[in-house]
């Protein structure tokens, strides 16, 4: 839970000044300091981040009345720009997940030296 | 193991990451473009933006932009410098993307962007010559102090807003194209001023006449494109007398034939690049004072071409539209005048067939002796690919195109030269300058007087009560019927000898009539001294605009409105009375007979809601397809078309035309079968199309009016919108293309304006701004234009530039 928690202000906060990638960096090293076991390091990362960058999108969503995200649903073809909203949350979490496993990984092969 | 899990999955990491950074196709880097603090998400506007005070590095100057309700700028400024400088900021702020777009399309480098799918475009841009013209205007406004220095004013203003931009603060369209803007440059006004001049000005039917004339002969050509219809009614009337003699021009003896049938297809003049614009005198209105309109007819799109500006220092207060990448304004109004302008159909490009030497095509045949071509090398950069080199060949004439003919036997490939007005230096800027200021009639004359191309009919109206229309650009001086054929690249009769002079451009001021007018038709009746074209627009507008304005008395500004609305069709007029009046009633079902009697009740307004106009428009199609295009698409080469106005007064006159027979059957058509043949046919046609005989036929539907994202991106434009009118109509709104910003213009001590067009000050798709006046637009409603004396101590917001 504290991984989780840190790892959605980490990423947020370094999205702020780096590109997107950078979230990256944030779920590496805390996979790294943290060492959730590998079982539940890519479930939490990618929680963390599906949660942060749908819920951002959310409310961009809601603030824009939802001008834009349809627009954006239509060029894409999804239909829906709920759709749009999840797909946001997916690749968040998607690389932040990957990110915390490797980290936890490496962590592991440092311990066994 | 454990080594290896980690590196398997640190490895998808920097794939996956390096995938989603990347953009494959037209597909944009999803990564990056999904990420909620930088990528789209950022674009979405969530709240109305704030008045702020920018201070900006470089600039010394001082400007407030104040923002109406509409979001329409009004710029204060202390001089001309810092006014173009803040025009150039607020439309970089609102208008980036398109700004660069299209100087990127009008100087042919849209691949270095976007990749090879624009190559042949790109091509074909530099192939005619169009970044050669921009050179040589931008020497023109160099020469120009005035000018030059508000080019760069802009010029400035447009950067200092890029240069304020991160990443994430780039237009929506970057992030799905994914690339940069890039600095703004005087040379891309001039880009974009040309291309001004290829939408307008950028086709000719060369090729076709000359087809048609060997195919079809010469009675032919003078039935069809020289006889103007009785209905024909130009835009000088033929009441205005001139006290000139034209420039004598020598014509050749007998008339070249081109080598082969020909074809140079993609210069085809498209058929609806027109607009509408007059002015009534103060003695036909109910205030006393002139009333002025303008409705120029071009592609909709969103964003739309227009802006909308007021421009106010020391010697301007100027209110109106304008195309981005041009400082001032180019329709609109001040104080004192008005002004607005519709297209010339002049000929004013023209293919000559040329004589090489031998294959280096180093000299060309001219005069009576081998002349030098010159080479220009295009280096057109591709995104992700290597640069393309192409070699273009220039004569005298201009750059050189090879077609290769489908038609001849030997198939040898044909050279032309191709003479057009966008390859001469020319300051159009300067004209708007003068127009934004003027004060009286000489001033709208002297401001005219620079003006090139593309060739405008400039409507004119003043509160001194003067209203005047100058068919005004520079005019090759030509003998008659020059150019309308491919001409003999070697001989210099065919050379555009010289320039209708300024002063005898057509023109009037305060005809007895009590109004000016144009709607693209024949510029100036037959005893006007010069040649201009065989081809303008057809009379229905421009006749039913005359029509109104003489039976109008004490108009008011909304009547104006109105009449911008009219969507009465003068081709229905004058042809379906004579379809009803041949169809073989007797051979139609009961359905069909349901539709014929609706036409028969039909009053041939264009309206949205009623199905007729539908019809009549699948059934004229269809007759004029079924009497032309059995001689028409069965010769090898390509045709011109006959005009639909001149089509139906000969199909009227002429009971036994040949052309009526299908010359593909054994039996000899008659002009009855013909039409009861492609009756039944729309009948079948619209129902496959559209489902059984109802409310779905309305023609709002079948009209398919959609306004298109400008780089045509799915889900960024409007599509289906429920309208009326139709290209022969006074409200020319077709699928896409029609009105692009109405104006209505009451001069007088307190001048008065109206506008709409179809979009929004907001080029950026994720505000409500951005079509927020489709709606208006369709239906026809125009907004009082906020026009401010003074600094306005009410507004949304305000941009204080420092």
Do not use: C
Request: hydrophobic fraction near 40%; proline fraction near 5%.
């Amino acid at each position: 839970m504290i991984l989780l928690i840190l790892l959605i202000i980490t990423a947020y906060l370094i999205n702020l000044v780096f590109p997107w990638w950078a979230i990256a960096i944030t779920g590496l090293i805390l996979g790294f300091q943290m060492k959730p076991a590998s079982g539940k390091a890519f479930g939490i990362g990618f929680l963390a981040l599906f949660l942060l960058w749908s819920g951002q999108a959310l409310y961009v969503h809601l603030a824009n009345d939802g001008i834009l995200s349809t627009r954006i649903a239509e060029m894409l073809g999804v239909g829906s720009p709920i759709l749009v909203i999840s797909i946001t949350g997916i690749i968040g979490g998607l690389v932040s997940g990957l990110a915390v496993l490797s980290g936890s990984l490496l962590k592991k092969n440092f311990s066994k030296k | 193991m454990n080594y290896l899990k980690t590196l398997i999955s640190s490895l998808i990491l920097v794939v996956l990451i390096v995938s989603l950074n990347t953009q494959f196709g037209s597909v944009p880097p999803i990564g990056k473009f999904v990420d909620p603090q930088a990528g789209f998400w950022a674009n979405a506007e969530t709240s109305i933006p704030e008045s702020d005070q920018l201070s900006i590095d470089d600039f010394d100057g001082n400007a407030s932009v104040y923002f109406d309700e509409r979001r329409v700028p009004h710029i204060f400024a202390e001089n001309e410098y810092d006014l173009y400088f803040a025009q150039g900021y607020v439309v970089a702020r609102d208008r980036l993307f398109q700004l660069e777009i299209q100087t990127l399309d009008a100087s042919g480098r849209l691949s270095e962007k976007i990749g090879d799918r624009a190559l042949n475009r790109d091509k074909e841009t530099r192939r005619r010559g169009m970044p050669y013209g921009a050179e040589k205007a931008l020497e023109m406004m160099k020469q120009d102090s005035k000018t030059w220095e508000i080019v760069n004013a802009y010029a400035d203003g447009v950067n200092a807003y890029i240069s304020s931009l991160e990443p994430k603060n780039y237009p929506v369209e970057y992030k799905i194209l994914d690339f940069a803007p890039e600095k703004w440059t005087p040379i891309k006004t001039a880009h974009l001023l040309k291309n001004m001049t290829r939408t307008l000005a950028g086709g000719n039917s060369d090729d076709r006449t000359s087809n048609t004339l060997e195919y079809f002969g010469a009675e032919f050509i003078e039935k069809f494109f020289e006889t103007k219809p009785e209905l024909n009614d130009p835009i000088i009337p033929p009441s205005r007398k001139w006290d000139f003699e034209g420039i004598p021009v020598q014509a050749p003896d007998t008339l070249f034939k081109s080598a082969s049938a020909v074809e140079l297809g993609e210069y085809e003049k498209p058929e609806g690049v027109g607009s509408n614009n007059w002015a009534v005198s103060g003695s036909k209105t109910k205030s006393g004072y002139p009333i002025l309109t303008n409705d120029p007819h071009l592609s909709l799109t969103l964003p739309s071409i227009w802006y909308e500006v007021q421009l106010n220092a020391p010697g301007i207060n100027s209110y109106g539209v304008t195309l981005q990448g041009t400082p001032g304004i180019v329709i609109g109004f001040n104080e004192n005048v008005a002004w607005g302008v519709t297209n010339v159909a002049a000929d004013v490009m023209d293919w000559y067939e040329i004589k090489f030497k031998d294959e280096s095509q180093k000299e060309y045949w001219h005069d009576g002796k081998w002349k030098s071509t010159t080479m220009r090398i295009e280096e057109i950069k591709v995104r992700g690919q290597e640069t393309v080199l192409d070699t273009v060949i220039y004569t005298h004439h201009g750059p050189i195109t090879k077609t290769e003919s489908r038609i001849n036997e030997e198939r040898k490939p044909a050279y032309h030269a191709l003479r057009w007005i966008a390859h001469e230096g020319s300051n159009d800027i300067k004209t708007f300058y003068g127009l934004n200021r003027a004060e009286n009639y000489d001033d709208y004359v002297e401001a005219l007087s620079h003006y090139v191309a593309p060739a405008q009919n400039f409507v004119f109206a003043s509160n001194e009560d003067d209203i005047a229309l100058w068919v005004n650009g520079k005019f090759p001086n030509k003998w008659e019927f020059q150019g309308r054929t491919v001409s003999d690249g070697t001989d210099p009769l065919y050379d555009w000898q010289g320039w209708i002079p300024f002063e005898h451009n057509p023109h009037i001021k305060n005809p007895e009539r009590g109004f000016v007018s144009s709607a693209n038709q024949e510029s100036a009746a037959p005893d006007y001294p010069y040649y201009l074209d065989d081809d303008f627009a057809p009379f229905e507008r421009g006749r039913r605009i005359n029509d109104l304005l003489a039976s109008m008395e004490d108009i008011t500004a909304k009547d104006m409105q109105n009449m911008q609305m009219d969507n009465y069709s003068y081709y229905a007029a004058t042809l379906l009375p004579s379809l009803l009046e041949w169809i073989d009633a007797e051979n139609l079902d009961e359905n069909a007979q349901k539709i014929l009697q609706l036409m028969k009740e039909w009053d041939y307004d264009m309206e949205a809601e009623e199905i007729a106009p539908s019809f009549f428009r699948q059934w004229s199609g269809n007759f004029y397809r079924a009497v032309l295009y059995d001689e028409y698409e069965t010769t090898d080469a390509v045709l011109r078309y006959p005009s639909r106005d001149r089509f139906v007064e000969i199909i009227k006159a002429d009971p036994d035309f040949d052309f009526f027979d299908n010359v593909a059957t054994e039996k000899i058509e008659t002009r009855a079968e013909i039409v009861t043949e492609s009756f039944n046919e729309s009948v079948e046609e619209l129902t496959n199309y559209l489902g059984e005989y109802g409310d779905k036929w309305k023609w709002g539907y079948f009209i398919n009016n959609d306004v298109a994202h400008l780089a045509d991106i799915p889900g960024f434009g409007r599509n289906n919108l429920f309208s009326s009118g139709s290209s022969e109509a006074i409200n020319a709104t077709r699928g896409g293309f029609g009105p692009s910003w109405r104006m209505v213009v009451e001069v007088g001590p307190e001048v008065k304006g109206y506008g709409v067009y179809p979009g929004g000050a907001s080029g950026n798709p994720g505000s409500p701004n951005y079509d927020s006046m489709i709606e208006p637009w369709r239906t026809g409603e125009l907004f009082e234009l906020n026009f401010m004396k003074e600094k306005p101590k009410e507004y949304l917001y305000k941009l204080e530039i420092r």
